[in-house]
């Protein structure tokens, strides 16, 4: 018992009570320790209590996670979540909050009110409750008539349901409180004004008045109390149907005194449960007293077979009765006394006539234990609602301390747990509506009640010996423990007492996990279990004496070899003084051998142990380094004697050994991966269970199932003519084979299949993977033995039989149980595990069963346990620094894994995941607290299993070692180390290596290889390509900027090459050449630029700023006229037939398409990539495009990717570089609608002269795009609809930096070609050096980029450019962008671009400082925001960016400034035109990613502010952060300040367009608004810009039904404004128009604020895709 309540103990820190823990451990083994198996066992008990409290302990863990993830909205005092309805369920809330919900809204949330008032208990006590709903029903006095009858209303309806369905402390009055509630409640009634017209009093008056009735007729029920007045009469002179009736009655008085309140929390466990739960405790007492009872009559007569059999034969036809009456407590009394361990066996020798045999049997299989007394449980389930029953309390119980150790009360300081309320209300109301309110028509019998109260109860230790049997034991003990069982396909709950079964129950997720927004403050769990760190066992000097006295000394000199690689030893060396060598003697490429000393050990360091240990045969040679080495030597043989002498010793050495061992292991690399084991069973494993089983040459295995044969679980192998079964657990086998031909009959029963045999023999296979496979099996069997006699009989007849016979003794025995030959040789090993110890150790394991995918050990958690794979295989998965997860192995059957975790301590961790890789894989685990307990009890086991865990470890030491040499993985050598420093090397290398691929089983060949470009270029040969057919002759292209190179082996002169996506090993001929390889490729892999981006600052670079999409594609058209060798160009949507000129009049010979034809018939190489879009996304029609281009000329060339992964991303950068000379980057793609000027007319219906033919007149917002493969055809009405106006923004740079815009093409190029074995597309080189340019620009190019996108690790360089600027920003941030999604809206959301803003904002209000921030959105993002729930999800996720949430920029805002309006506001351009209905007006689509700092620098590309764009992981992104080395001095504030030129006329030029100031074409200052376009920062120029947007807001919303606006907060004021819309303008208001400046109006912050814009994802369209895709 105290160790039992040791280790059930909480976990605390200090080191005092642990020790504490330890000592009384110590004790109570010694004391028992010699003990009698029964007392062993329960030592056991006690050790498997601490381990279903650890697996109870994870459950709970879980469970709050998912209240965690579930909730979706409400305050911090409440939580909700959806119940797949349209509505929501109540989750969480702080007891306050509860009650005034259920006030005010009672109706709906009668359930719940009626839920808590049942369980109330457990948070608040009753008299604090009822104060808590006076003051709910006074506080509603002030409100509204209205309001203040509902809420009291709400009031008064919880007090009459407290009352009447739950309130024994109204009616019982003195019991409960001495009166105080129902004194409180009469006294608070009293005090209101009397009208009981006023249904909320009428309704109190009505609770009081009846509590007053109730209390008056209310008797107590009689106290049942058993005494010590010896009975005068013989319980076999009573009638067993009377003794049942009155035990009855008793048990159902005793039953309903029970109140709800005592089966919360566990109260009948506690210290002071007399107090807390006394009917409960009186139930259990009485429960296990008549249990005693029954036993003790029994002992009476034991030693009497006729009174025996006579008493047994009394107690089954109580039993009987007891059944009738259904009263299953008494009933499950008798059977649990009757199988008590010291009397079961007497039990089971009695025979009973049949049909009272008959009856047992059945009563006993109605209260089996089995799956949580499952056939009691449907019992109860159909019973009739007017039928009195007492129910047996064990299921109940179990279900409440399941709640109870998987729910935590509360998950945040003071806010309630209400699934568990709910869960904990639904079980105590239907006990109580079953059992409480019911009576029984049996007449009261005083003489038989006095009889059961005084009946004679044997206390004896005896009575309480731990079970051994099914139904033995006190059932109610208060060691009651928790733990989850998965078995099969489902999971299942047990819960396990030191002295009966476990028993299971069916669980099903309270929740269902959710990914929504996280909640803060959570509460930290309390822990139920005590650390199961294995004790400090290192060796003690004391035993080393032991040790060295057995030891012989030896003396070697300087250079003498004391032990060679691959000899043979069976000795321990320790070393006594001196140094020694380790030297490891490996093969290169060129099969030359090389020695590598690979450590030094010195004084008290010991050798020997892995030869010891693995095969005898040593692993490295052993060489004196110093003058004199002096060496202790311990023969194997000597050693193992000492152990048989000192087990305690043994256990220690070889935990010590198996933990060196395990540090050993950990400190060499991970192991490759292995291959997946192949499914089908081929001829190979045919051969080897032949051998296994002995079976005759050829004879194939047609079946496997995995299954049970007894106790034993192993696999069941079904061949042509046997049956065999193997069970291996850890080290211990056991083989059983039986001829088809000895088989007389196959039966299958409940799952259950069995063979009889003519022997009259029988076996049972059971507990089969899944159920459904139990029958297969059966079926199976069936036919194979039907088929065998068939053939038999067909033999029998022929010619043949003779010779078969003769040859019968050859044949196996059947039914034999076979052990293999390493297992017998274990028994009789005077050192190596017995079969009878494994017996041990295995009742300390666990075996769970796990679906494919089910995490069994997850990385970084730390477990103190070893596991077995009994059958199945598992995938062991590591964490990539990148955050991405490697698959680096496989384990099967009979493997260990967890060793390393379970030898280093409670602070190791798992250092990679382990998942089963296939249904039905089967684990068994051995918890280290087993361990602990069986170190000091079975000192002499535990030294055995540590043997073999060091035995295993040494195995896997060598292998290890072993592959890590043979693939040249020791990485002995950094890059740094390997190059000399005073040498400058060549950025460029060519000439022949071998080259290795990094498949397994890869090969070394001769390889011309060349590094050039930042790339490194394997060729197909080993011979020199021509500068004519080096393109053709490519085999292999790896971009070196963003990649790493390693040193494999120096002594083989051989290195890596790694990239995101591929790898590859070479080795040169000699130290000097690998060092120019190695020397050129780290030129390329360690260079470290600014933002951590692949390309380097780029100076001197000639750049222009290019507006709109007239600009810009005048641009694309100049460069690519000019292109003389390659055009590369890069969109997310491309249409070949767009025009990129329009001149008046336009000529067909501006398309792009028809550019491209020009230049491919000129000899340039045309290369364009286009995404491969999914069906998340609007079709594209990549696929027509990639024909169409590649169809005009054979030197066009296109490639779409991904071919199918990932669904959620895109490809997003938009590019064109020419002759990697001269680039184009930016926002706009090459289709439909980008084409505009910066006029942005939103109409063009004049045919004549149409600016925008065909689908080109485009507007998202009113219509999706149809059929882009037909350009021409219109897709709206241009004569009703406008178009949707386009605002982005891009730039044109050559010389170094295009190369870099080149570069990340190139890259991208190769990898997309070798990802998706595009054969037709040639890979593509880099120019060796970038032609230098003549600017004034310092440009870098930046990119979001990873391993799908890319082929390389994640680069995300654009989001830490944006993150620099902003910090750096001194004055002003001008921002131009399509989404704003930052992680202040929380849901995830991880890019952190608006808390910069936020903090750069706060440090100048703090210091008092002038700061603007300009943002300029989308009115709404592209699409049709009302039909498109995803839409609206951007809107919901952009709003709680900016303005709307706690969180929000503007709401934190306005706790630290007045206005926060001065220092940050959003802004949305509109246009306006006439068509023949009438006036009409879109937004201008702003489309641009751009930020302008200072007007110092400017980031311009693809990237959007949200985490598809920045992460680097999502979409693949380009843009260019650039400065102008010419400065110009202005005025920002009224103070001097210098800016970048180019930027400066770039911010001027853009404000200039959006505010309506002449001249937007240049970006000269002149004329009546000039002052406000120069200085962004002074309050003048602020103010301008600000009433510019609002005049223009205004007269746009005067004029028309503006969609949408501030004006709108929901759903219906929408559709009242649409329906305005319909009718026309109001004439008298058109002129208003002219008063328009320019585009600038204000974004609508509070459009729909009072709607939820988050979709529904219960809807099968919305949840098919990943949510994070909107953000």
Same mark, same amino acid.
């Given at each position: 018992e105290t160790l039992r309540r040791t280790c059930i103990m909480k976990k605390t820190d200090g080191e005092k009570e642990k020790e504490s823990r330890r000592s009384r451990i110590h004790q109570t083994v010694s004391h028992i320790k010699d003990a009698a198996p029964e007392k062993l066992h329960r030592l056991s008990s006690a050790v498997k209590i601490h381990r279903l409290s650890q697996s109870a302990h994870e459950i709970s863990r879980e469970n709050l996670r998912n209240i965690e993830t579930d909730a979706i909205e409400g305050d911090r005092n409440i939580w909700y979540r959806d119940d797949g309805k349209g509505g929501k369920i109540i989750v969480a809330g702080s007891v306050s909050r509860l009650l005034d919900l259920f006030a005010q809204h009672f109706p709906e949330n009668q359930t719940a009110a009626e839920s808590f008032l049942s369980v109330h208990h457990s948070f608040i006590s009753s008299v604090d409750l009822l104060n808590i709903l006076i003051n709910l029903y006074y506080k509603a006095e002030a409100f509204q008539a209205k309001q203040r009858e509902v809420t009291q209303t709400g009031v008064a309806n919880m007090i009459h349901s407290w009352v009447f369905k739950f309130g024994a402390e109204f009616v019982n009055g003195k019991e409960y409180l001495n009166g105080v509630l129902r004194s409180t409640l009469k006294q608070f009634v009293k005090s209101l004004t009397w009208d009981l017209h006023y249904p909320p009093f009428a309704l109190l008056n009505e609770t009081v008045v009846a509590a007053k009735k109730a209390s008056r007729a209310y008797k107590s029920p009689r106290n049942f109390v058993r005494g010590h007045e010896e009975n005068k009469i013989s319980v076999l002179d009573l009638d067993p149907s009377a003794l049942a009736d009155q035990l009855t009655l008793i048990e159902l008085n005793m039953i309903q005194k029970i109140q709800p309140k005592e089966f919360l929390n566990q109260s009948w466990l506690a210290d002071n449960r007399e107090s807390l739960a006394p009917n409960l405790v009186a139930m259990i007492r009485w429960f296990n007293q008549t249990s005693k009872w029954v036993t003790t009559e029994m002992l009476k007569r034991r030693d009497n077979m006729t009174e025996k059999t006579t008493m047994l034969t009394f107690f089954v036809r109580l039993a009987e009765n007891l059944y009738k009456l259904r009263n299953y407590n008494g009933l499950m009394e008798v059977i649990n006394g009757l199988h008590r361990p010291i009397i079961v066996h007497h039990v089971n020798t009695i025979v009973l006539p049949p049909p009272l045999e008959t009856a047992w049997k059945t009563l006993l299989e109605f209260m089996s234990p089995d799956k949580n007394y499952r056939r009691y449980r449907q019992a109860l389930k159909v019973l009739p609602s007017a039928t009195t029953a007492i129910p047996f309390l064990g299921p109940l119980l179990t279900k409440i301390t399941f709640l109870d150790y998987t729910m935590q009360d509360y998950i945040d300081s003071g806010v309630i747990n209400f699934e568990k309320v709910r869960h904990l209300a639904f079980k105590l109301e239907k006990f109580c509506r079953k059992f409480m309110q019911k009576s029984y028509s049996i007449k009261y019998s005083e003489y038989l009640t006095l009889f059961i109260l005084n009946v004679e109860i044997f206390e004896d230790e005896t009575m309480v010996t731990p079970y051994k049997h099914r139904f033995s034991g006190e059932l109610f003990d208060s060691s009651i423990a928790v733990a989850m069982e998965r078995q099969d396909s489902t999971d299942r709950i047990s819960i396990a007492t030191p002295s009966s079964e476990p028993m299971e129950i069916d669980v099903k997720t309270p929740m269902t996990p959710a990914r929504y927004p996280s909640m803060t403050g959570m509460a930290t769990l309390s822990t139920i279990r005590r650390s199961s760190s294995i004790e400090e066992s290192q060796i003690s000097w004391e035993d080393w004496e032991k040790l060295v006295s057995i030891a012989t000394t030896r003396r070697y000199l300087h250079g003498e070899v004391i032990m060679e690689q691959g000899s043979?030893?069976?000795?321990?060396?320790?070393?006594?003084?001196?140094?020694?060598?380790?030297?490891?003697?490996?093969?290169?490429?060129?099969? !030359?051998?090389?020695?590598?000393?690979?450590?030094?050990?010195?004084?008290?360091? &010991?050798?020997? +142990? &892995?030869?010891?240990?693995?095969?005898?045969?040593?692993?490295?040679?052993?060489?004196?380094?110093?003058?004199?080495?002096?060496?202790?030597? &311990?023969?194997?043989?000597?050693?193992?004697?000492?152990?048989?002498?000192?087990?305690?010793?043994?256990?220690?050495?070889?935990?010590?050994?198996?933990?060196?061992?395990?540090?050993?292991?950990?400190? !060499?690399?991970?192991?490759?991966?292995?291959?997946? #084991?192949?499914?089908?069973?081929? %001829?190979?494993?045919?051969?080897? *269970?032949?051998?296994?089983?002995? =079976?005759?040459?050829?004879?194939?295995?047609?079946?496997?199932?995995?299954?049970?044969?007894?106790?034993?679980?192993?696999?069941?192998?079904?061949?042509?003519?046997?049956?065999?079964?193997?069970?291996?657990?850890?080290?211990?086998?056991?083989?059983?084979?039986?001829?088809?031909?000895?088989?007389?009959?196959?039966?299958?029963?409940?799952?259950?299949?069995?063979?009889?045999?003519?022997?009259?023999?029988?076996?049972?296979?059971?507990?089969?993977?899944?159920?459904?496979?139990?029958?297969?099996?059966?079926?199976?069997?069936?036919?194979?033995?039907?088929?065998? %006699?068939?053939?038999?009989?067909?033999?029998?007849?022929?010619?043949?039989?003779q010779e078969f016979n003769s040859n019968q003794d050859d044949v196996a025995s059947m039914g034999s149980v076979e052990r293999d030959r390493t297992d017998s040789e274990t028994e009789a090993s005077t050192y190596s595990l017995s079969y009878k110890d494994w017996d041990i150790i295995r009742s300390g394991a666990r075996s769970f069963t796990y679906r494919e995918n089910e995490v069994i050990v997850a990385e970084g958690q730390r477990y103190q346990k070893v596991y077995f794979i009994v059958g199945g295989s598992c995938n062991v998965v590591k964490k990539h620094p990148n955050g991405e997860s490697v698959h680096v192995g496989v384990m099967v059957e009979d493997e260990t894994f967890g060793e390393l975790s379970f030898l280093d301590g409670e602070n190791s961790a798992a250092t990679a995941s382990v998942i089963a890789g296939e249904d039905g894989t089967e684990v068994s685990i051995i918890d280290g607290e087993f361990i602990n307990v069986l170190f000091l009890v079975k000192p002499e086991i535990a030294g055995k299993f540590f043997r073999y865990l060091a035995t295993n470890l040494a195995s896997l030491l060598k292998k290890r070692?072993?592959?890590?040499?043979?693939?040249?993985?020791?990485?002995?050598?950094?890059?740094?180390?390997? =190059?000399?420093?005073?040498?400058?090397?060549?950025?460029?290398?060519?000439?022949?290596?071998?080259?290795?691929?990094?498949?397994?089983?890869?090969?070394?060949?001769?390889?011309?290889?060349?590094?050039?470009?930042?790339?490194?270029?394997?060729?197909?040969?080993?011979?020199?390509?021509?500068?004519?057919?080096?393109?053709?002759?490519?085999?292999?292209?790896?971009?070196?900027?963003?990649?790493?190179?390693? $040193?494999?082996?120096?002594?083989?002169?051989?290195?890596?090459?790694?990239?995101?996506?591929?790898?590859?090993?070479?080795?040169?001929?000699?130290?000097?050449?690998?060092?120019?390889? #190695?020397?050129?490729?780290?030129?390329?892999?360690?260079?470290?630029?600014?933002?951590?981006?692949?390309?380097?600052?780029?100076?001197?670079?000639?750049?222009?700023?290019?507006?709109?999409?007239?600009?810009?594609?005048?641009? *694309?058209?100049?460069?690519? +006229?000019?292109?003389?060798?390659?055009?590369?160009?890069?969109?997310?949507?491309? #249409?070949? +037939?767009?025009?990129?000129?329009?001149?008046?009049?336009?000529?067909?010979?501006? %398309?792009?398409?028809?550019?491209?034809?020009?230049?491919?018939?000129?000899?340039? %190489?045309?290369?364009?990539?286009?995404?491969? +879009?999914?069906?998340?996304?609007?079709?594209?029609?990549?696929?027509?495009?990639?024909?169409? =281009?590649?169809?005009?000329?054979?030197?066009?060339?296109? $490639?779409?990717?991904?071919?199918?992964?990932? =669904?959620?991303?895109?490809?997003?950068?938009?590019?064109?570089?020419?002759?990697?000379?001269?680039?184009?980057?930016?926002? !706009?793609?090459?289709?439909?609608?980008?084409?505009?000027?910066?006029?942005?007319?939103?109409?063009?219906?004049?045919?004549?002269?149409?600016?925008?033919?065909?689908k080109d007149y485009a507007n998202p917002n009113r219509k999706t795009l149809d059929h882009p493969e037909f350009p021409f055809r219109e897709y709206l009405d241009r004569t009703t609809v406008p178009r949707m106006g386009w605002h982005d923004i891009a730039m044109v740079l050559d010389g170094p930096a295009a190369w870099d815009v080149a570069y990340n093409f190139i890259q991208r190029w190769n990898h997309h070609k070798d990802f998706i074995g595009e054969t037709s597309a040639p890979y593509l080189h880099t120019l060796g050096t970038p032609v230098p340019s003549e600017g004034g620009h310092m440009c870098q190019v930046i990119r979001s980029i990873c391993e799908w996108s890319g082929g390389n690790f994640v680069e995300h360089s654009v989001y830490n450019a944006y993150i620099d600027a902003i910090r750096n920003a001194q004055h002003f941030i001008y921002i131009e962008n399509q989404y704003f999604i930052s992680s202040l809206s929380g849901g995830g959301i991880e890019n952190a671009i608006a808390e910069e803003i936020l903090n750069r904002i706060l440090r100048a209000i703090e210091a008092n400082e002038v700061f603007r921030v300009i943002v300029l959105l989308p009115i709404t993002p592209d699409g049709v925001y009302g039909e498109n729930a995803s839409i609206r999800y951007v809107m919901h996720w952009q709003y709680e960016t900016l303005c709307r949430g706690a969180n929000s920029i503007l709401e934190q805002l306005k706790s630290k400034c007045a206005d926060p309006h001065d220092y940050i506001t959003f802004h949305s351009l509109r246009a306006w035109g006439e068509l023949e209905i009438g006036p009409v007006t879109e937004q201008i689509y702003i489309h641009a990613k751009m930020m302008i700092v200072d007007d110092r620098k400017v980031i311009i590309g693809s990237a959007n502010i949200n985490d598809r764009s920045l992460r680097g992981d999502r979409d693949s992104e380009i843009a260019v952060i650039s400065e102008d080395s010419e400065q110009i001095e202005i005025n920002f504030s009224g103070q001097p300040f210098k800016v970048s030129k180019s930027v400066h006329h770039l911010r001027v030029r853009l404000w200039k367009e959006h505010m309506g100031i002449p001249g937007c074409e240049n970006p000269d200052i002149s004329g009546a608004d000039s002052e406000y376009l120069e200085d962004p920062v002074s309050l003048s120029s602020f103010q301008f810009w600000r009433q510019r947007s609002r005049a223009n807001t205004r007269l746009f919303e005067d004029v028309f039904p503006t969609i949408p606006s501030d004006d709108i907060l929901t759903w219906q004021m929408l559709q009242k404004k649409e329906m305005e819309a319909s009718r026309m303008t109001d004439p008298e208001k058109l002129h208003l128009l002219s008063n328009v400046k320019g585009h600038l109006v204000d974004f609508p912050t509070g459009f729909l604020k009072s709607e939820n814009l988050r979709p529904d994802f219960g809807n099968i369209k919305v949840r098919a895709v990943d949510r994070s895709i909107f953000q």
């Open positions: 043979y030893n069976r000795n321990l060396y320790k070393i006594q003084s001196g140094q020694v060598t380790i030297q490891k003697t490996v093969t290169g490429p060129k099969g !030359l051998p090389f020695p590598i000393n690979v450590g030094i050990m010195g004084k008290g360091q &010991m050798l020997g +142990e &892995m030869s010891v240990l693995h095969l005898g045969l040593t692993s490295a040679s052993v060489v004196a380094s110093s003058d004199e080495v002096i060496m202790f030597v &311990m023969s194997e043989e000597n050693v193992y004697n000492l152990f048989n002498s000192d087990a305690g010793l043994s256990g220690r050495f070889y935990k010590s050994l198996a933990q060196q061992l395990a540090q050993r292991v950990r400190a !060499l690399p991970p192991p490759k991966p292995k291959a997946l #084991v192949a499914t089908p069973i081929d %001829r190979k494993r045919d051969r080897r *269970i032949g051998q296994l089983f002995k =079976l005759p040459e050829g004879e194939t295995i047609v079946k496997e199932y995995r299954c049970g044969m007894g106790k034993k679980k192993g696999i069941l192998y079904l061949s042509i003519n046997h049956l065999c079964f193997f069970h291996k657990f850890f080290a211990h086998k056991a083989r059983w084979k039986l001829p088809l031909s000895e088989i007389e009959e196959i039966t299958f029963n409940d799952g259950k299949v069995e063979i009889g045999t003519f022997a009259k023999e029988r076996e049972q296979f059971r507990g089969f993977t899944f159920p459904e496979l139990a029958q297969d099996c059966y079926s199976f069997m069936t036919r194979l033995l039907k088929d065998f %006699r068939t053939k038999t009989e067909q033999f029998i007849s022929s010619d043949n039989f070692e072993s592959k890590s040499i043979a693939a040249e993985e020791e990485n002995m050598v950094e890059v740094s180390n390997l =190059l000399e420093k005073a040498k400058e090397y060549s950025r460029e290398k060519r000439g022949v290596i071998s080259k290795r691929g990094n498949h397994l089983g890869s090969s070394w060949a001769l390889r011309f290889c060349e590094v050039k470009g930042g790339c490194f270029i394997i060729y197909n040969s080993d011979q020199e390509p021509t500068p004519e057919n080096a393109i053709t002759e490519t085999q292999k292209i790896l971009p070196l900027l963003g990649a790493m190179v390693k $040193i494999s082996s120096a002594t083989n002169f051989s290195f890596k090459i790694l990239t995101g996506k591929w790898s590859r090993s070479f080795a040169a001929d000699s130290m000097e050449e690998m060092q120019d390889w #190695v020397g050129a490729v780290a030129y390329w892999t360690t260079l470290k630029n600014r933002f951590d981006s692949y390309s380097p600052e780029r100076i001197g670079i000639s750049a222009k700023f290019l507006i709109d999409g007239c600009e810009t594609f005048n641009a *694309i058209s100049d460069i690519i +006229e000019n292109a003389k060798s390659t055009i590369f160009i890069t969109d997310w949507f491309l #249409v070949p +037939e767009i025009y990129l000129r329009r001149p008046d009049p336009a000529s067909i010979s501006d %398309r792009l398409d028809r550019i491209l034809l020009k230049k491919a018939k000129q000899g340039v %190489r045309v290369c364009v990539l286009i995404w491969n +879009e999914t069906s998340i996304a609007i079709k594209l029609n990549s696929a027509g495009v990639k024909k169409k =281009l590649e169809a005009l000329h054979p030197n066009i060339f296109c $490639i779409r990717h991904p071919p199918l992964e990932p =669904l959620n991303w895109s490809h997003h950068q938009k590019m064109v570089v020419v002759d990697s000379r001269i680039a184009v980057v930016g926002g !706009l793609d090459m289709c439909y609608g980008r084409w505009d000027t910066q006029a942005h007319l939103c109409i063009d219906n004049c045919h004549l002269s149409l600016k925008w033919p065909g």
